[in-house]
Each structure stands twice: as C-alpha cells, then as structure tokens.
C-alpha cells in the first residue's frame, strides 16, 4: 500500500507561481507513472500532468507552458510547477500514483491540496 501526501496548496494572486509536493511512503519506482489532478467544485476530476512509465510527460491543453511536472525518485517524490496561474486554476490538487503490478493496476491518491487563485 502507498500513501501520497501533497503540499505547497495555498492562495496566490492571478499571475503568481505555486509549486505542490507530493512524497510517498514508500519507494516510486521507474515503473510507476505519476500525475497530478484537479477537481473544481461542481465538475470531475481532470487530468493536470503526468509522467509515464516510459518517461514522458503529457499536460491537459489548458495548463501547457504555464505548468511543469517532475519526479525525483530518490527522494519519491513529484512536483508540480505552476506558473501564470489563473483564477480557473481553482481546484483541489490531488497526487496520484500508478502501479502495474502483479494482479492488474493500481491507482493511489494523495488526500488533495488546496489552491486558490485570486484575479
């Protein structure tokens, strides 16, 4: 079982930069891939970045060249950079884990940051 704990969620005025943290309580693997989503209030949970087993990286249309996700392995962990940010980046900011293991694939999610943007 992995556990996700996000950080860095808060409130900044439009145009500002926040950067999230998510660490799990164990280790992330090459073979995982990891993301970040968002859900607003009143809509679904939406696809922000994520970083496939493969390595590479694919961002929802909306935040592509304001947001950049990372992962660093050693310290399992991902981040997510936001810059220009929106008052329609408003979400709650959930980490997410992917596993393919041996019984199929396992989703794990972090218990979600705040943000707040402010125009």
């Known amino acids: 079982q992995v556990q996700l704990v996000e950080s860095g969620g808060g409130l900044v005025q439009a145009g500002g930069p926040l950067s999230l943290s998510c660490v799990a309580s164990?280790?992330?693997?090459?073979?995982?891939?990891v993301g970040w989503y968002r859900q607003a209030p009143g809509k679904q949970r939406e696809l922000v970045a994520v970083?496939?087993?493969?390595?590479?990286?694919n961002y929802a249309d909306s935040v592509k060249g304001r947001f950049t996700i990372s992962r660093d392995n050693t310290k399992s962990s991902v981040y997510l950079q936001m810059n220009s940010l929106k008052p329609g980046d408003t979400a709650v900011y959930y980490c997410?884990?992917?596993?393919?293991?041996?019984?199929?694939?396992?989703?794990?999610w972090g218990q979600g940051t705040q943000v707040t943007v402010s125009s």
């Open positions: 970083i496939t087993p493969a390595g590479n990286t």
């Open positions: 997410n884990l992917r596993r393919w293991e041996r019984l199929g694939v396992n989703d794990y």
């Open positions: 164990g280790s992330i693997f090459s073979g995982d891939g």
